[in-house]
């Protein structure tokens, strides 16, 4: 928590002028259950109003690298609660299927969710990803088909499908 003895001159354009003297309680905590679990938890209270402002959970199980389960909830007072699970798991040899489903309570409808598959071998590899995801709040949404070729040292042809897996999916890692 802050504590404020002066008024505060600096805020962003359109906010209004604040006299409290100290700001929201923030919490952040991690704990590694062992190496295969984790969770996480964050809660910001408002101590003038005694109410929450922010709140996330999660869970993470990751046996080995490219086995992972994951899933969060999200709330902010007011406008959001939001489900979001991803996953991403060895389904056959050199086979491996991703996924995320990310979903808002409070709009009844998906933001994100997308499906795919990696082929890897020791110089080669192939993705493909089916995504579809909300662009604006007023329910306008884009699909798309991804595919990728990777060839090891040498590079990528197609559509560059690792920053979506490594943001939709905590723990995730190309290399």
């Not at 299927?97 to 990696?118: A, P, Q």
């Amino acid at each position: 928590q802050t504590r404020y003895f002066k008024d505060r001159r600096i805020r962003l354009p359109g906010d209004p002028t604040s006299d409290q003297n100290s700001s929201a309680y923030l919490t952040n905590m991690q704990w590694a259950i062992n190496p295969k679990w984790r969770v996480q938890l964050g809660h910001v209270w408002d101590s003038e109003n005694n109410q929450s402002m922010k709140t996330q959970f999660g869970f993470r199980y990751q046996p080995e690298g490219s086995k992972i389960i994951n899933f969060s909830y999200r709330y902010r007072r007011n406008n959001i609660k939001q489900v979001d699970t991803s996953f991403s798991w060895p389904i056959r040899n050199q086979w491996n299927i991703v996924g995320r489903y990310n979903y808002s309570i409070e709009d009844k409808k998906s933001l994100e969710h997308f499906l795919g598959v990696e082929y890897e071998t020791c110089c080669w590899g192939i993705r493909a990803i089916s995504r579809k995801h909300l662009m604006y709040r007023n329910g306008e949404s884009d699909t798309s088909f991804s595919i990728q070729f990777i060839f090891k040292g040498l590079g990528e042809i197609g559509m560059p499908i690792e920053n979506l897996l490594e943001d939709g999916i905590l723990g995730y890692d190309v290399s």
